[in-house]
Nanobody, 125 residues
């Protein structure tokens, strides 16, 4: 069992930066691929980024490549999403996700075992 709690969302102007954090509890954190998803109003939840259990390998959706960076600290049971050059199109609720025994390469909505409650990110023009 993994419980996830996001923090760090807020309101920022276009071009600005935010850092999301996800605190994980439970013994399966180190054996879980971790990721971030987002859901904008009226849209489906979409994949943003994923990181392997070791933290060595990362994956990103095309629209955030070069702007967002996912990282994890297995010693602290934490996952982060550094978001730079934010755009209004990045406005959404961001969710931390865990795929126990899964891989970052194959992470999607169906493979996620645990979700956080979400944190709102709003980017103004």
């Amino acid at each position: 069992q993994v419980q996830l709690a996001e923090s760090g969302g807020g309101l920022v102007q276009a071009g600005g930066s935010l850092r999301l954090s996800c605190a994980a509890s439970g013994r399966t954190f180190s054996t879980s691929a971790m990721g971030w998803f987002r859901q904008a109003p009226g849209k489906e939840r979409e994949f943003v980024a994923a990181i392997s259990r070791s933290g060595v390998t990362t994956y990103y959706t095309d629209s955030v490549k070069g702007r967002f960076t996912i990282s994890r600290d297995n010693g602290k049971n934490m996952v982060y999403l550094e978001m730079n050059s934010l755009k209004p199109a990045d406005t959404a609720v961001y969710y931390c996700a865990a795929d126990h025994l899964g891989t970052a390469r194959t992470m999607d909505r169906m493979s996620v075992d645990y979700w956080g409650q979400g944190t709102q990110v709003t980017v103004s023009a």
